[in-house]
T-cell receptor, first 115, second 115 residues
Framework: DAKTTQPPSMDCAEGRAANLPCNHS???????VYWYRQIHSQGPQYIIH???NNETNEMASLIITEDRKSSTLILPHATLRDTAVYYC????????????????FGTGTRLQVTL | DTEVTQTPKHLVMGMTNKKSLKCEQH?????MYWYKQKAKKPPELMFV???????INESVPSRFSPECPNSSLLNLHLHALQPEDSALYLC??????????????FGPGTRLTVL
C-alpha cells in the first residue's frame, strides 16, 4: 500500500471549515483513499473513502486531485467534538490475496478545534 | 446494533499472569481484527480472522494467542507478557475480509498495563 504524508497538527476555529491535506504521491491506479479519525480514548472511526471522484457524506467531503497524488478531507463546519487524530490511508484491492482488509495507519494529523 | 464491544476496559496484569481480552459484534460481520496501539502512535494490525479462520498474523509473538470461537466473538489470550506490551488493544470488524472497501468498525479498546 502507498505511503501517506500528513501534517502532524492543525488548528481550526469552531464553525469554520477544517481542510486536512494528505499526500500520497506513490498511489497506484487501484488504490483507494480512506479517512478515519480517532477521538481521544476511543477506537478509530471510519469517515469517508474515494478512488478518483470527489465524495461527500454526512460527515465530510473528500477532494482528490486529478493526478490522485494528494487529497483533502473537508469538515465543513468543525465543532469541538471534531477534535481528534485524522488518519489518511491508501488501501489496495488485493481481493484474492486476503490482504484487502489491511489498514496501515500513518501518523495522522492531530486536529484541534478551538472556540 | 452497530457496536463492537470489548471487555474489560482496563486490565492490569503481572508478567506471569494469563488473561484474555474479549471482543463481540452482532452486525453479522465475518472479518474481525486485533490491533495494538502504543501511546501517541497509530494502531498496528496484529491479527485478522476471516470466516472464523486466521487470515493474517503480522508476526506477532506467541505470547499473544488469538481465538475466534464463532462469528460474533474474538478473544486474545495473553500469557507471559512483558511491560513493553502495555498498550491499547483495539478490536474491529468488517463485513468480510475479501470484499474490498468494507469499512472497519472499531471497539473502544482495552487498556492493558503489564507490571
Amino acid at each position: 500500500d502507498a505511503k501517506t504524508t500528513q501534517p502532524p497538527s492543525m488548528d481550526c476555529a469552531e464553525g469554520r471549515a477544517a481542510n486536512l491535506p494528505c499526500n500520497h504521491s506513490t498511489i497506484s491506479g487501484n488504490e483507494y483513499v480512506y479517512w478515519y479519525r480517532q477521538i481521544h480514548s476511543q477506537g478509530p472511526q471510519y469517515i469517508i473513502h474515494g478512488l478518483k471522484n470527489n465524495e461527500t457524506n454526512e460527515m465530510a467531503s473528500l477532494i482528490i486531485t486529478e493526478d490522485r497524488k494528494s487529497s483533502t478531507l473537508i469538515l465543513p463546519h468543525a465543532t469541538l467534538r471534531d477534535t481528534a487524530v485524522y488518519y489518511c490511508i491508501v488501501r489496495g484491492l488485493l481481493i484474492n490475496t486476503g490482504t484487502a482488509s489491511k489498514l496501515t495507519f500513518g501518523t495522522g494529523t492531530r486536529l484541534q478545534v478551538t472556540l | 446494533d452497530t457496536e463492537v464491544t470489548q471487555t474489560p476496559k482496563h486490565l492490569v496484569m503481572g508478567m506471569t499472569n494469563k488473561k484474555s481480552l474479549k471482543c463481540e459484534q452482532h452486525m453479522g460481520h465475518r472479518a474481525m481484527y486485533w490491533y495494538k496501539q502504543k501511546a501517541k502512535k497509530p494502531p498496528e494490525l496484529m491479527f485478522v480472522y476471516s470466516y472464523e479462520k486466521l487470515s493474517i498474523n503480522e508476526s506477532v509473538p506467541s505470547r499473544f494467542s488469538p481465538e475466534c470461537p464463532n462469528s460474533s466473538l474474538l478473544n486474545l489470550h495473553l500469557h507471559a507478557l512483558q511491560p513493553e506490551d502495555s498498550a491499547l488493544y483495539l478490536c474491529a470488524s468488517s463485513q468480510d475480509n475479501l470484499a474490498e472497501l468494507n469499512e472497519q468498525f472499531f471497539g473502544p479498546g482495552t487498556r492493558l498495563t503489564v507490571l
